[in-house]
């Protein structure tokens, strides 16, 4: 057990939800696909079984993961300071180097999603733009060199 996990209100219900969907449907799916599998005979060279108990006893990991993270859950409060990059803020960020605007929302690495624009406070990228303010310029060390970015906008 470590320590508190910040998500946003959106971040929290997306995580409760999984755990619900694992706790209902997927263990009725899974007690069903070994009893199926049991019937098929001898179980103890049974790949049908073994695979059905296997992911059964992934099923139950991931519960308990879930349910470990979602009793640590401090949700991000609204009233957080806008004047700074911090998490739960969208950042909209001009590239200096080819001058393309970017946006980024810092989340925690559980709700982390590049498709949807959204990155982790512990990223290079991330960590970099915490705590600067708008129209600050920001260089970041990553490990193919160094971005510099203008922080337009931040939002909540």
Known sequence: MEGDIY??????????GELEHL????????????????????????????????????????????????????????????DQVLIGATVKLKDMDTEEDLEYTLVSELESDFSQGKISVTSPVGSGLL??????????KIPAGILKYKIIRISR
């Not at 006893?57 to 401090?74: F, P």
């Open 7 to 16: 998500l946003t209100q959106e971040g929290y219900e997306k995580l409760s």
């Open 23 to 82: 706790k209902t449907v997927k263990r009725r799916q899974l007690s069903k696909a070994v009893g199926e599998a049991r019937a098929h005979g001898d179980i103890s060279e049974n790949a049908e079984y073994d695979a059905a108990k296997d992911a059964q006893a992934h099923n139950e990991k991931r519960i308990r993961e879930l349910e470990d993270k979602l009793s640590r859950v401090r949700i991000l409060d609204k009233n957080i300071p806008r």
């Open 131 to 140: 705590g600067h303010k708008e129209n600050e310029i920001v260089e970041i």
